[in-house]
């Protein structure tokens, strides 16, 4: 009977790892999984091998023959015919009628077995032992009363424990600082590019940046709370967006302290620097206590996730590859941006009075550049790295080129106002980070 049990066991596990959902064939050889199904093997039919069922329905209709073990897992078997082997029913519910002959055991666990009393059973009928009930847990005696301090003694404990609280959180909080700043210095040396992007897409499209990080952070807490519901994934979800937080905090604490430095007028100062002291900045400003860090940490993550999402991980500047959001795509250079252009030959002319002065001349010469609709291959020529300029991405380096600022030259001799309409960028930002005179700067005036 022993052997039987086990013998039973070993073939329920046998076969539900059969990568199967149907049932087999009836008739015939070999063993039988019916899940879901409805099986009947006929009279005067044999099965040589073992039956399987889960969830279906099963009958071996008298003068059918078994050759094998017979399971059952919630499901229904009516047996008229025999079975050479044994039963082992788990939650299911089998019927012995009077022509029903079972030549091995019958095992039954938490299942119901419907006997009649001309069945034949040749082995044991086995009933699984059933689960012995939880021992009541002793009752937990009353907690005694706190007793009372006596008067005008002063518990010492106090200020010991709020001094110590506080060194912990300082001690924390700068670690949690140097190791965000690392992280930055980190990826600066990895990406500076994708960095420069995220940070500028930040300051420039904060509103924009900060809708777009709560969006994220909500739809991923929910898809993520989700997927680890059904199939255990949203432990991924969670680390991607946990990542890209991170990143987006880096890029701010850049753009932060790219505009620290140029505040207090502190030049040739590397990006390694910059990013090290702004993200080390608004880390201790997010450790602030009570909801004031919390907020700050929202809001500033917020932004910089957005800015992350937007730029696809600093892979691409926010408008794509076109020309950016609200600029034409070829601006006229104006009079005024730099004497270079007033030295630029302008193509042929016919005036229809002679008496055309000097001054007429050159001021027709960058008019006809924006009638042809192209710049002369001598300014297309002339390129600087606008980058280099603190508070020019990539972004708006390839809008200034785009309205045909290519060289320090030019941003140096361009109006602020004008320059602000020309690359749709507030003149505010131009004056703050000062690019006329770092333009200046560099041509060493």
Known sequence: MRRNFWLVGALVLLLLAIPTSTAFAQGGSGDKLIIGQNYVLASGERLDGNLAMIGGNATLEAGSQVNGDVAVIGGALKIDGT????????????ALTDTAVVEGDLVTFGGSVQRAPGAVISGEAFQGPRLPEAPRLPEIPGIPAMPEMPRGVVSRSGPVDL??????????????????????????????????????????????SLGVGLLTLIVGFL?????????????????????????????????VGQRLLSAFKARNVSSLG????????????????????????????AIGLGAVVLTRFGTQSVGGGGTGRGVPQAL????????????????????????????????????????????????????????????????YARRLRAAGVATFADLAAANPADLSTMIDVNVERILRDDWIGQARQLLGR
Do not use: N, Y
């Open 163 to 208: 001094l110590a609280s506080i060194v912990r959180w300082q001690l924390s909080t700068l670690g949690w600082g140097l190791l965000l700043a690392l992280l930055g210095v980190v990826a600066v040396l990895v990406a500076p590019k994708a960095l420069e992007r995220i940070a500028s897409t930040a300051a420039g499209e904060p509103g924009l």
């Open 332 to 395: 006229p250079v104006t009079a005024g941006l730099t004497a270079e252009a007033q030295s630029i030959t302008a193509p042929p002319i016919v005036v229809s009075e002679p008496e055309t002065d000097a001054a007429s001349v050159t001021e027709a010469a960058p008019q006809s550049e924006a009638a042809a609709g192209e710049v002369p291959p001598e300014r297309v020529l002339a390129k600087d790295d606008l980058e280099v300029i603190v508070g020019v991405g990539p972004e």
């Open 223 to 255: 898809a993520g709370t989700l997927l680890l519901i059904v199939c255990g994934l949203g432990l991924l979800i969670w680390l991607a967006v946990w990542v890209a937080f991170i990143i987006g905090w880096i890029g701010i604490g850049l753009w």
């Open 274 to 301: 910059e990013v090290a002291l702004g993200v080390f900045l608004i880390t201790l400003l997010g450790r602030m206590p009570w909801c004031i860090g919390f907020l700050f940490t929202v809001s500033v993550g």
């Open 83 to 94: 079975v050479h082997g044994s039963i082992a029913v788990f939650g299911g519910a089998v």
